[in-house]
């Protein structure tokens, strides 16, 4: 079975850092497509970042330049590295495994990790 359970969440000053971890397991981590998803209460769920299993990276334009995504094959984790945080990050994240050619999630919801950045 599946699992993702995310967590590094926590509530920030604008302008400050945060790392967040998906632990993986169930899957061949190695070769899948990861991605981190974010949303707020009210609104769509949004594409933040995804990593192929070779590394390359693609980012949503509110967060070039401020976030990081990566993982750790041999540990079976995608990191998302989050700098210069500002009041609009704020919201439950999550991450996912992505079809390699359709890009859909193929793993159900988990229950995320909360981000809260305050002016």
């Known amino acids: 079975q599946v699992q993702l359970v995310e967590s590094g969440g926590g509530l920030v000053q604008a302008g400050g850092s945060l790392r967040l971890s998906c632990a993986a397991s169930?899957?061949?981590?190695?070769?899948?497509?990861m991605a981190w998803y974010r949303q707020d209460p009210g609104k769509q769920r949004e594409l933040v970042a995804t990593i192929t299993q070779t590394g390359t990276t693609t980012y949503a334009d509110s967060v070039k330049g401020r976030f990081t995504i990566s993982r750790d094959n041999a540990k079976n984790t995608v990191y998302l590295q989050m700098n210069s945080l500002k009041p609009e990050d704020t919201a439950v994240y999550y991450c996912?495994?992505?079809?390699?050619?359709?890009?859909?999630?193929?793993?159900?919801w988990g229950q995320g990790t909360q981000v809260t950045v305050s002016s």
């Open positions: 996912n495994n992505l079809h390699p050619v359709t890009r859909r999630p193929l793993g159900s």
């Open positions: 169930g899957i061949i981590f190695s070769i899948n497509r």
